[in-house]
């Protein structure tokens, strides 16, 4: 499936992982994710070797086709490219963006992770698509992540830049809202879904919330006009 790139939908963005599913399938958590409404995938996968690395990448792909959302590889530029997959997510100390980009060609999404506004002023002169910032909290799920950036840097991500931004990091149903407030695009979540009881109305909730979020500020900025 062809994404046009203005239209993605980055409200609720579930980034996967194994060791969270707790020995449960991680295909049917990403489904039942799928149909409580998140509106992109992300394969994150630190711990496989290529060949299973690529046969989940065909199987979330196969989801995210199913319910005619992005499929996102987390670094893997060439699981990605052989899985077809709709974009590549790269980390700060991955592949440089612009170089990426030479190799994908244009139609290939490009999502950066970024922590600071110059980081971020930098992925969008690379010729990123959209930034994941964070992580906003400290979080379990990421122990090598860079010290958590608070909401307070968030607002001064987004206003450095005009990219979509997906925030990440201890995003749940507690802070959500807040995060969208910041100016956030969507938010990223990994336990809050992958770990859940139920991953499809933790997924509905989430989605509630930031909708929900997200048409209060286009009231608040249709009356600022």
Do not use: W
Request: glycine residues 10%.
């Amino acid at each position: 499936m062809s994404f046009k790139k203005a239209e993605i939908d980055y409200r609720l963005y579930l980034v996967t992982d194994r060791l969270l599913a707790g020995g449960k399938s991680l295909e049917q958590i990403v489904r039942q994710s799928a149909e409580g409404g998140i509106t992109v995938i992300q394969h994150r996968e630190k711990i496989s070797g290529t060949r299973d690395f690529l046969r989940q990448s065909l199987a979330f792909k196969k989801v995210a086709s199913d319910f005619g959302i992005p499929f996102i590889v987390n670094d893997r530029i060439d699981i990605a490219l052989a899985c077809k997959a709709d974009g590549v997510h790269l980390g700060q100390e991955d592949m440089d963006c612009a170089l990426v980009r030479r190799m994908t060609g244009p139609d290939m999404i490009i999502g950066v992770s970024v922590s600071t506004p110059e980081e971020a002023i930098e992925a969008e002169r690379a010729g990123a698509d959209y930034l994941g910032a964070g992580p906003i909290y400290s979080t379990p799920t990421k122990p090598d992540a860079v010290e958590a950036i608070g909401p307070a840097t968030l607002c001064r991500i987004r206003d450095a830049v005009r990219l979509p931004i997906v925030a990440i990091g201890g995003i749940n149903d507690s802070n959500a809202a807040e995060i969208v407030r910041c100016g956030a695009d969507g938010i990223a979540v990994v336990s809050a879904i992958i770990a859940a009881l139920d991953p499809r109305g933790s997924a509905r909730r989430l989605r509630n919330l930031v909708d929900v979020e997200l048409r209060r500020r286009g009231a608040a900025d249709s009356a600022g006009r």
